[in-house]
């Protein structure tokens, strides 16, 4: 039987859907050859998704109301994780899924009830998957972030009962809970008496980060250890003057090595130059 469209005021039915399914599915296969660049995906992938969604939206169509199934949206979701991790843009994966309009204009006409359904499911189906993408991405940079977080607060034993907690970059409020949580556990598994902020690599200090490091070594303290804070340059003294921080309470030093010096010196330890 020759494979004809309906007549164009009766639209897309779902039975119409499954009758023309192949010859829709090898339209949408051409479209996207043409219009869509996706070297990353492989042919097969592609005609997976085309099928599993075509299918999805025709059984879809049958429900009333009219809405995503599930099914649907997993794979919705599984496309559009897919289709990230081969490095396709978000532009892309949202072409890839309303292109699907296009096809089914051309097979079924346009301006009728049924075709505005249809259209409506179809920008459904779109949403969902920029959502899942989205959703997808800002998984990936809460880990990534939970990653670097982890890595900009590095506590590094220097000697026994002296650990060293160096500093770099801006200190704001999340930052400074993890450094003092980290150097408080480590604090208590090394059982050491001495920790030193070593803050050469923080561009600035205002009366945020001065409070911060404060409440760091308070707690510190009430652990039993002391803490000095090294790398304090001559422009951050001046700045932290001129702001009236005050940091009296708390040992400071121009460098790393003369921090280390005060531990030695405390611990009742003599530093020979040059052996």
Not at 66 to 89: H, I, N, P, T, Y
Request: glycine letters at 6%; a negative charge.
């Amino acid at each position: 039987m020759q494979d004809t469209a309906p007549a164009a005021d009766a639209g897309p039915t779902p039975d119409s859907l499954r009758r023309y399914r192949q010859s829709v599915l090898e339209g949408w296969a051409s479209y996207l050859s043409r219009e869509l660049q996706t070297h990353g995906i492989e042919a097969r992938l592609l005609r997976e998704f085309s099928a599993g969604l075509y299918d999805g939206m025709v059984e879809a169509l049958e429900r009333q109301p009219v809405a995503l199934s599930e099914e649907l949206r997993e794979l919705l979701s599984a496309l559009s994780v897919e289709f990230a991790e081969r490095g396709v843009s978000p532009s892309q994966t949202a072409t890839f899924v309303f292109s699907l309009k296009h096809v089914l204009q051309e097979r079924f006409g346009d301006g009728t009830p049924a075709m505005t359904s249809v259209h409506l499911l179809v920008d459904a189906m779109g949403l969902h998957s920029m959502d899942a993408l989205i959703a997808r991405r800002e998984q990936i940079i809460r880990r990534q972030s939970q990653e670097l977080l982890e890595l900009s607060v590095p506590v590094v034993p220097l000697w026994e009962g002296v650990l060293s907690l160096p500093i770099i970059g801006t200190l704001d409020s999340v930052r400074a809970q993890a450094i003092t949580e980290k150097l408080l556990f480590e604090i208590a598994r090394t059982g050491s008496r001495y920790a030193i902020l070593d803050i050469s690599g923080v561009p600035t200090v205002d009366t945020q980060t001065a409070q911060h490091l404060a409440k760091t070594a308070g707690a510190a303290r009430l652990m039993g250890a002391e803490c000095i804070i090294t790398g304090i340059r001559p422009a951050i003294a001046q700045v932290m003057v001129a702001l009236g921080i005050d940091l009296s309470n708390i040992e400071t030093r121009f460098s790393l090595a003369e921090g280390l010096r005060h531990c030695f010196t405390r611990m009742r330890l003599t530093v020979v130059p040059g052996a």
